[in-house]
């Protein structure tokens, strides 16, 4: 697998300090799982920040909690699942399914999507296009991003292959279409509708929404 799109710096930034809504630390926690040099600049962004937190004067605490910490340390623990990379689904997506396979809702022209959260930040869903097809031209109200786990697609931005992640904003005004041969299969966040640019593609705003 060649990754020749990554997470910029300002997003992973705001991921390593833990600022970063949730359907967009999904997309980020999934491409870091598959790519060893966005792995490399987080440690690096993580350290910065243990760095930061070393150099902090500490502030007091109550005489109690370090023995109200202590005592908690000896109740039993429901330990949380742990989820591991299952086919082209990385360990954080499969986090996201609880380890269950994604259930498909078709959109029309064989689109399918599976929702996998949405709320008031946003939205992160899995997209499944078949081989070749043309999405509908459009622009984005927010923040859209998408990380391929499956075959591939190509825009105005270039080619986006299994690993690549493409950030789209406010200006980009964009028309993916699916590489022939094998189904694209996409996970991606969003933070506001999208804009369709003209009237027919408005029939397939329902890919993107709720
Ligand atoms: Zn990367």
Redesign the pocket.
């Known amino acids: 697998m060649t990754?020749k799109?990554?997470?910029p710096d300002a997003l992973m930034l705001e991921y390593a300090s833990g600022r970063l809504p949730e359907p967009f630390a999904l997309v980020v926690a999934a491409?870091?799982s598959?790519?060893?040099?966005?792995?490399a600049?987080l440690a690096a962004h993580e350290m910065a920040g243990g760095a930061v937190m070393e150099a902090h004067e500490g502030a007091e605490l109550s005489g109690d909690l370090r023995n109200n910490v202590m005592a908690m340390l000896d109740d039993a623990v429901e330990e949380a699942p742990v989820y591991e990379r299952s086919g082209i689904f990385p360990a954080p997506v499969m986090e996201a399914l609880k380890g269950r396979p994604p259930k498909w809702k078709p959109l029309g022209r064989g689109v399918r999507q599976s929702i996998l959260s949405h709320n008031t930040s946003g939205s992160v869903r899995l997209l499944y296009i078949p081989p070749g097809l043309d999405m509908p031209e459009h622009t984005h109200g927010g923040l859209e991003l998408t990380l391929v786990l499956q075959g591939a697609f190509s825009d105005e931005g270039g080619r986006f292959g299994v690993?690549d992640?493409e950030v789209a904003d406010d200006d980009v005004d964009h028309q993916p279409i699916a590489e022939k041969g094998e189904a694209c299969i996409c996970l991606a966040a969003t933070d506001a509708s999208l804009k369709f640019n003209s009237f027919l593609p408005k029939l397939f705003q329902p890919i993107f929404r709720i």
């Open positions: 990754i799109h990554h997470i491409h870091v598959l790519c060893d040099e966005c792995r600049r690993g992640v």
